[in-house]
């Protein structure tokens, strides 16, 4: 079973940038796809980001051009780099493997604690 550890989250201001980590446990990262994604309160969590075993990515139309997902597959470590933050991306971030089936996601794992992230002035 695949074991997450989210971190990075904070305080930042609109406009600012933060670098989520997500490390995984287990011999298979290397071949999962893995994904990020976000809960924000009161609403569902969402798919924000998702990366191959082969490096393809993914993103939601929320944060395209904004936000960078990236694996270190010798770290087993998920990276969500986060730019031009705005304050609807405030939400708690998680990471989970996943696998696809057409244009759906879903995920393979239980779900870690999550990392907050906060944009606020």
């Known amino acids: 079973q695949v074991q997450l550890v989210e971190s990075g989250g904070g305080l930042v201001q609109p406009g600012g940038s933060l670098t989520l980590s997500c490390a995984a446990s287990?011999?298979?990262?290397?071949?999962?796809?893995m994904g990020w994604y976000r809960q924000a309160p009161g609403k569902q969590r969402e798919r924000v980001a998702t990366i191959t075993s082969g490096g393809s990515t993914n993103y939601a139309d929320s944060v395209k051009g904004r936000f960078t997902i990236s694996r270190d597959n010798a770290k087993n470590t998920v990276y969500l780099q986060m730019n031009s933050l705005k304050p609807e991306d405030t939400a708690v971030y998680y990471c989970?493997?996943?696998?696809?089936?057409?244009?759906?996601?879903?995920?393979?794992?239980?779900w870690g604690e999550g990392t907050q992230v906060t944009v606020s002035s």
């Open positions: 287990g011999s298979r990262f290397s071949r999962n796809a």
């Open positions: 989970n493997a996943v696998v696809t089936s057409g244009s759906s996601y879903y995920t393979i794992a239980s």
